[in-house]
């Protein structure tokens, strides 16, 4: 694995004050839908993968993350079409470091449960 993506979302990373209590209060305020997800990847439920929620990674926090598969995992809402832009920039900027990156829409996870969690599996190392 490589140095900078363990300074970037490893257990070494240093996290800024203000993110890692965005993150807290981020963790406290889940959607439904994050913790529809969250129920199925927490605990090594899912495949035996080891996620977090609400992971910092750089600058930026992912709703869920996996370090093994260096994947990044998004669960938009209706505010997010507002912030296209921004989520296009975020993206871009974890696949420069490496890091692939899933979004799923709110209403995917509710109504195709299956199907998200088939796309998460294809991105996880064999166990």
């Given at each position: 694995m490589n140095l900078e993506i363990s300074q970037l979302s490893g257990c070494q990373r240093q996290i800024p004050r203000e993110i890692l209590q965005r993150?807290?209060?981020l963790r406290k305020q889940q959607t439904s839908a994050e913790e529809l997800l969250w129920e199925?990847?927490?605990?090594?439920r899912?495949?035996?993968a080891k996620f977090r929620r609400q992971h910092n990674i750089g600058k930026y926090i992912a709703d869920f993350y996996?370090?093994?598969a260096l994947l990044a995992i998004e669960v938009d809402?209706?505010?997010h079409d507002s912030?296209?832009?921004g989520d296009a920039d975020r993206d871009e900027w974890m696949q420069s470091h490496g890091l692939k990156v899933l979004r799923f829409r709110n209403d995917e996870v509710f109504?195709?449960?299956e199907q998200v969690l088939g796309a998460?599996?294809?991105c996880l190392p064999s166990p």
């Open positions: 993150a807290r209060e199925c990847l927490r605990d090594r899912f495949l035996k996996c370090h093994a809402g209706a505010v912030q296209l832009v109504d195709e449960l998460i599996g294809l």
